[in-house]
């Protein structure tokens, strides 16, 4: 049976470019089904233990952490807002892990950020290569994507640097399924 693999954009922005990033990583795997999230179909309040207790998981939380139990693998490209995950993906991450404190299921992950600056997302890449490992991530390889608007164009990677590595830690990630 073909392995399921998720893609996801830690960004609810309607053109992501780390929903982009993440679905074309995808993109150049073979023989796996891909399935590309899109956190924006997974309605879920702003998390907090009242909201918690008073009305339980919503359909968008149990319906986004459903589909985590069916990956075997992970391709994530974070955005950074402030040095930091974007609010949206930190809700959505939060509330998974009150289901599930793995929340990545010690499956292998493709970890990933993308930012129009010159770091590319960085620290929040740096943040989520710290933390992610103690929530079932088994991080097979990592890059931050920088200067995206002029690095990726027409759905392609332009830059043959940056193209090489992503392809390289794509193929290294498809090897650890
Ligand atoms: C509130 C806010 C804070 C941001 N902070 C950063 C930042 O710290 N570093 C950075 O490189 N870009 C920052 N940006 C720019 C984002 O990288 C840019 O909006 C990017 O497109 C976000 O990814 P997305 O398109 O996947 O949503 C920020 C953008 C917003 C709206």
């Known amino acids: 049976m073909k392995k ?41 309040p702003l998390f907090s233990v009242d ?59 493709l970890l990933l950020s993308a930012s129009p600056g010159v770091r590319g997302g960085k620290s929040v890449l740096n943040i989520a290569l710290g933390k992610f490992p103690y929530m079932g991530a088994n991080i097979i390889g990592s890059m931050p994507f920088p200067l995206f608007d002029e690095n990726f164009k027409d759905g392609e990677v332009v830059n043959p640097e940056l193209k090489e590595e992503l392809l390289k830690l794509v193929k290294e990630f498809e090897k650890s399924l």
């Open 4 to 44: 399921n693999i998720l893609t996801i954009g830690g960004s609810t922005s309607n053109n992501s470019i780390n929903k982009k990033l993440a679905e074309h990583a995808g993109s150049f795997m073979k023989n796996v089904n891909i399935i590309n999230i899109d956190l924006n179909d997974y309605k879920m």
């Open 51 to 109: 909201v918690e207790a008073e009305q339980g998981y919503s359909k968008g939380v149990v319906d986004l952490n459903e589909i985590f139990d069916t990956a075997d693998g992970f391709i994530v490209s974070l955005a950074e807002h402030n040095g930091a995950y974007s609010a949206a993906f930190k809700n959505a991450y939060d509330w998974i892990s009150r289901i599930k404190g793995k929340v990545w299921r010690n499956k292998p992950m």
